[in-house]
């Protein structure tokens, strides 16, 4: 099949809604450090140093990021969506808080979606030219927020396909219902976005299996036609090592600012 996905690599951002993406799971903090990157080796994993973004105020208000081709509803309400696939683990860590007043919001459905390490999207195997079993599910799902706002997901460190860098797809629902499938129903949908990654980390797990077995060129994230080059206003995760190679992989930490209203 084709590697170049029907729709995606057309992307560009929206404005439909404006949100705070601010850095960090504490909504307190009036501004996070940046630190220049720092060139890491392929087998050590690059340090906190390494993946620092660029500072961003709480309650500064930003653009949505576009949905993109690859959404699919009703999608399972669970903490961890690796369902056995391979690569480096992603811990994400994401905070949920009105923009207004930056307080916490509780019980708000953070969904998340991506590609494998291969470039494939669960229920569309095949358009980044790779062939793998599809179930329509691996690595999409979403989480309740606690009463801190907090949603941790368990996930992989996202691979690429042509025309776009690493990145996860996220939107956060309020009001769903809880279903007996184990999925989620109703609701209102208050943000729509994209997740980024530090490029000195991203080119270091290039280097490591499984993802050096993706043959499409891989886009950096100066060369995306989304990523606004906004830091951690526009979506760039804060990422922490989880051990010391990169396959160990990474915490990564957002707080995300919605418009409740």
């Not at 696939?85 to 708000?108: E, H, M, R, Y």
């Not at 291969?118 to 309740?144: A, C, I, K, M, W």
């Not at 769903?176 to 000195?200: A, K, M, P, Y």
């Not at 995306?224 to 206003?233: E, F, K, L, Q, R």
Request: with cysteine; aromatic share 6%; proline share 6%.
């Amino acid at each position: 099949m084709t590697e170049t996905p029907t729709k995606d690599t057309s992307e560009a951002p929206v404005g439909r809604r404006t949100v705070l993406i601010a850095t960090g799971a504490s909504a307190a903090a009036l501004a996070v450090a940046a630190a220049a990157p720092a060139a890491p080796s392929p087998t050590p994993a690059p340090t906190p140093a390494d993946a620092a973004p660029a500072a961003a105020a709480v309650c500064t208000l930003t653009k949505e990021m576009t949905e993109g081709p690859y959404y699919l509803d009703g999608q399972l309400v669970r903490s961890d969506v690796t369902e056995g696939k391979a690569g480096a683990p992603l811990k994400l860590v994401l905070t949920v808080v009105d923009d207004d007043t930056c307080v916490p919001i509780g019980n708000a459905l953070v969904e998340i979606w991506h590609c494998d390490a291969l470039g494939e999207y669960s229920g569309f195997v095949g358009n980044n030219g790779h062939s793998e079993p599809d179930d329509g599910t691996f690595l999409r799902g979403g989480v309740l927020t606690n009463t801190s706002g907090v949603a941790n997901i368990t996930t992989l460190y996202p691979g690429w396909y042509r025309g776009r860098c690493v990145h996860i797809h996220v939107k956060v629902h309020t009001g769903v219902t809880l279903t007996s499938d184990g999925s989620f129903t109703g609701g209102r949908e208050i943000h729509t976005g994209q997740l980024f990654f530090n490029e000195t980390i991203t080119a270091a797990m290039a280097r490591v299996s499984p993802y050096s077995t993706n043959t499409v060129t891989r886009t950096t994230l100066a060369q995306d036609s989304i990523y606004d080059d906004g830091g951690a206003s526009s979506g760039l995760l804060t990422l922490t090592a989880l051990g010391s190679t990169t396959s160990a992989g990474y915490t990564g930490t957002l707080t995300l600012g919605v418009e409740t209203s």
